[in-house]
């Protein structure tokens, strides 16, 4: 089978390998969508830890796709069924899960291969995190499952609530997706703050109350003005850099949520103000990852379109073009989202 294997930073090589075989609880499902992500960019850019992708490997992580071989005994899912399935699967056994803290399982399983023609579901992740896409929902939106999965555990850990006044920086898709689930939880404002104008237009088109290119205008005391000199109630840093995560700490009002999202580099620190934050009384926290019920209510919230991810994927591109969609990512302002076709 043809399929797209990372080597190492921005080595990026389609070839040809063995379609996986099938052992015990396992499924093969040929992949019909497959989305970049804002993660598989920064792996390509810079690599990732090695304990959830070890290279050479076969890359992209959010697919859907029609099963073609089940292994032997396996009762569900059955032989062309529409499936999509979560790149983690906790082990649901170990002192995390036990606390419910699902996506922090200390025996996490992880599965890449998107960019592939074929990909091999393990066991563990058929019987965990892998679900039947409802009829009406396309691949590229199935696809898109596991990155609203993410911002849901993140946006519930945030508590956003109604009347709530919301600034998200990062215009990009996982800030997009902030802002559509802010705004059906309830949100009374909604500020997009990005550095360049295209993405901040496309936020509008969204339903963003008000963007701010932070390039030209001062985000922090523009938010200020917003809120009649308090701040925002909740900040969402989506773009993953030391200096927006600071820049979020600054939007909130006192008692505020502050929410970092974005996974910065390795090894990097930020500074910040403890003064604001013990007699502003600031909760900042981060969120990684999703568990497999946010999975599972991503797909739902999809199928009925409450969250419409149609608008994010603006292009579609096929497999043998995979470098080429990487590239685009890399200098384009205004593609949001690519689907790889293999």
Not at 42 to 64: C, D, M, S
Not at 125 to 140: A, D, H, L, R
Not at 297 to 326: G, W
Request: proline share 4%; glycine share 8%.
């Amino acid at each position: 089978m043809k399929a797209a294997l990372l080597y190492g930073v921005k080595d990026l090589r389609i070839e040809n390998v063995e379609v996986p075989k099938l052992e015990t609880g396992e499924a093969l499902v040929k992949v019909k969508a497959a989305t970049t992500c804002g993660t598989d960019l920064k792996i390509f850019q810079r690599g990732y830890v090695e304990r959830v992708i070890k290279l050479p490997t076969i890359f992209g992580h959010e697919w859907a796709g029609d099963v073609v071989e089940v292994s032997k005994g396996l009762d569900w899912p059955t032989k062309g069924m529409r499936v999509r399935a979560g790149n983690s699967a906790p082990c649901l056994h170990c002192t995390m899960c036990q606390k419910g803290k699902y996506n922090l399982c200390e025996n996490m399983i992880w599965l890449w291969g998107a960019y592939a023609e074929y990909i091999k579901v393990p066991a563990r992740m058929v019987f965990v995190n892998m679900q039947e896409i409802p009829s009406g929902v396309s691949y590229e939106e199935a696809a898109m499952t596991e990155p609203l999965a993410c911002v849901l555990h993140g946006i519930e850990e945030a508590r956003v609530k109604l009347g709530d006044t919301v600034a998200i920086i990062g215009a990009g898709p996982i800030g997009l997706l902030h802002l559509l689930t802010a705004r059906r939880l309830g949100a009374k404002k909604t500020v997009l703050i990005d550095i360049v104008d295209e993405r901040l237009d496309f936020a509008r088109k969204l339903g963003a109350d008000e963007t701010i290119n932070s390039r030209t205008e001062d985000a922090v005391e523009k938010v200020r003005k917003l809120t009649d000199g308090y701040g925002a109630d909740v900040a969402i840093e989506a773009i993953g850099l030391p200096a927006t995560w600071e820049q979020a700490i600054r939007l909130v009002r006192k008692g505020g949520t502050v929410l970092e999202f974005g996974g910065s580099p390795p090894g990097t620190e930020i500074k910040l103000d403890t003064e604001m934050v013990h007699y502003g009384e600031l909760t900042v926290l981060g969120a990684f990852h999703a568990t497999p019920l946010h999975f599972r209510q991503a797909l739902d919230l999809i199928a009925s379109r409450t969250i419409d991810v149609q608008p994010l994927v603006t292009k579609k591109m096929n497999l043998d073009e995979i470098r080429q969609a990487f590239d685009l990512l890399l200098t384009s302002k205004t593609e949001i989202k690519i689907a790889i076709a293999p």
